[in-house]
C-alpha cells in the first residue's frame, strides 16, 4: 500500500477565492485520481492525473474550474478556482497501485465555502 | 452504463450480531469489486476486493464478501460486529476507461452499533 498525505486538512474559504490541495504520496505512482465527495454523499470523479500528460476530466468538469498538476511521480495539486459555497466538499486524492489494481485515498481536504 | 447500488442507507445492529451489507453492480465484463470503508473524519481505507479466482475474498478487520455474477452482488459480511466498526462502508467497481481502472462508487451504507 501506499502512505498518502493531503495539505490542507480543512479550510474555510469567502466565495470567488481559490484553493488549491496538496497531495504527497511515498512511492512513485503513475496514476493519481482527485474524488469530491459531497455532504451526505458518495465519492464523485473530478478527474485523472497522470504524470507527464494532462489530466483527463469527467463529465461535468473542468479544467478552469478545477485546475491539476502532476509535476512528478510522488505529488499532484488541485486548485478549486472561484469557490462558491457548492464547492463546499470533501476533496480526496487516491493513487492506483499498477501491479493490483488497488486504490488507495488520502484522508482528504474538507471544504467549506462561505 | 457501469453503476453500483447499495439499497441499504443506514444499518443499525447491536454489538456481537452479524452483518450483511448488500451491494449490486452493473457492469457489462467481468467486474473489479472493492469494498471501502469511511470512519468519521477519515480517508477511505480498502477493505478487501475481488478480481476473479475464489468468489468468496477475505479482508481485513474480519470482514469478508461473496461475488456472485448471477445476482450481480458482491455483499459484505461480518460474523460479529465491534463497536468499532460503525462507520459508512462504500462498495465499488472498477471500469476500465482510458488504460486505467476509473472507481464507481455505490452511495453508501451508514452502520451504527449498539452497544
Known amino acids: 500500500s501506499a502512505v498518502i498525505s493531503q495539505k490542507p486538512s480543512r479550510d474555510i474559504c469567502q466565495r470567488g477565492t481559490s484553493l488549491t490541495i496538496q497531495c504527497q504520496v511515498d512511492?512513485?505512482?503513475?496514476?493519481m485520481f482527485w474524488y469530491r465527495q459531497q455532504p451526505g454523499q458518495s465519492l464523485t470523479l473530478i478527474a485523472t492525473?497522470?504524470?507527464?500528460?494532462?489530466?483527463?476530466?469527467e463529465s461535468g468538469f473542468v479544467i478552469d474550474k478545477f485546475p491539476i498538476s502532476r509535476p512528478n511521480l510522488t505529488f499532484s495539486t488541485l486548485t478549486v478556482s472561484n469557490m462558491s459555497p457548492e464547492d463546499s466538499s470533501i476533496y480526496l486524492c487516491?493513487?492506483?497501485?499498477?501491479?493490483?489494481?488497488?486504490?488507495?485515498f488520502g484522508p482528504g481536504t474538507r471544504l467549506t465555502v462561505t | 452504463a457501469q453503476s453500483v447500488t447499495q439499497p441499504d442507507i443506514h444499518i443499525t445492529v447491536s454489538e456481537g450480531a452479524s452483518l450483511e451489507l448488500r451491494c449490486n453492480y452493473s457492469?457489462?465484463?467481468?467486474?473489479?469489486l472493492f469494498w471501502y470503508v469511511q470512519s468519521p473524519g477519515q480517508g477511505l481505507q480498502l477493505l478487501l476486493k475481488?478480481?476473479?479466482?475464489?468468489?468468496l475474498v477475505q479482508g481485513i478487520k474480519g470482514f469478508e464478501a461473496e461475488f456472485k455474477r448471477s445476482q450481480s452482488s458482491f455483499n459484505l459480511r461480518k460474523p460479529s460486529v465491534h463497536w468499532s466498526d460503525a462507520a459508512e462502508y462504500f462498495c465499488?467497481?472498477?471500469?476500465?476507461?482510458?488504460?486505467?481502472?476509473?472507481?464507481?462508487f455505490g452511495a453508501g451504507t451508514r452502520l451504527a452499533v449498539h452497544p
Open positions: 487516491s493513487v492506483e497501485w499498477t501491479e493490483t489494481y488497488e486504490q488507495y
Open positions: 512511492s512513485q505512482v503513475t496514476m
Open positions: 492525473a497522470n504524470q507527464g500528460s494532462e489530466a483527463t476530466y
Open positions: 457492469y457489462g465484463a467481468t467486474p473489479y
Open positions: 475481488y478480481f476473479s479466482g475464489d468468489t
Open positions: 465499488a467497481v472498477a471500469s476500465l476507461s482510458g488504460g486505467y481502472n476509473k472507481l464507481i
